[in-house]
């Protein structure tokens, strides 16, 4: 299964690319999941199901499937090589965050203050900036050169699907 990573700060649009590639790569006959990290922590369930009861009961695990849909509740983290390992009969995993982990990726920037990250990241496929970072061409061209990898803006939805098509 291929595995492609997005990373960069809150609110540089991670979500959003992501959810504009899927349509894309779909189309591409992909059968593909994604998966979220979230260091804030989440809630998924909601008061008065059952499976809520049974979590607010003291279980630590709790599965719910019917037909079409299936979903697991842990209160545990797993990390992102089992997560993976759970998807494995789908083409693709496009995976938001887990910015230390050794899979392609692309960073997304929200301007030059962002570019730290490049340095904390490996495997960077393609850098995708705010628009906005072309009007500083210096920084935007310094990057990009560095590098040696193409870059994106975030309504470039075809090539960056082409990008991780090529992979």
Known sequence: MKVFQFCGYKNSGKTTLIAALIP????????????????????????????????????????????????????????????????????????????????????????MEDRGLLDQVEEIRGIVVNPDMLKEPPGVQEIQHRLAVPLFTWNETERIASLILSL
């Open 24 to 111: 894309q790569l779909k189309r591409q006959g992909i059968r593909l999941a994604v998966i979220k990290h979230d260091g804030h922590g989440f809630d998924m369930d909601r008061e008065g199901t059952d499976t809520y009861k049974f979590r607010e009961a003291g279980a630590e695990g709790v599965a719910i499937a019917s037909p079409g849909r299936t979903a697991m509740l842990r209160e545990t983290e797993l990390d992102l090589d089992t997560l993976i390992h759970m998807y494995t009969d789908y083409d693709m995993m496009l995976v938001e965050g887990y910015k230390r982990m050794p899979y392609p990726k692309l960073v997304l920037l929200r301007g």
